[in-house]
């Protein structure tokens, strides 16, 4: 059962393992970018949406992704 609060240290371990996995598979990558035009991005997204409809982290994920040049957005299902 994981703590009250947190993830529990297991969990962080095996996604930690999983994603320098994926890095030396060449499943995933680092790209680098600028953060600066990514946050002036973000603003510009925040702007023009509706409050409550998402979440600065999300804000920032799909800012970063249009930074790097993303055609297409993967819709994750809840």
Excluded: W, Y
């Amino acid at each position: 059962m994981p703590p009250a609060e947190g993830i529990a240290p297991a969990d962080v371990q095996a996604a930690l393992f999983q994603f320098e996995t994926d890095l030396a598979n060449g499943v995933a990558v680092l790209a680098p970018c600028n953060f600066q035009e990514v946050s002036t991005r973000g603003r510009s997204l925040e702007t023009n949406t509706r409050p409550g409809m998402a979440s600065d982290f999300g804000v920032l994920h799909v800012a970063t992704a249009l930074h790097l040049g993303a055609k297409e957005f993967l819709k994750r299902s809840m």
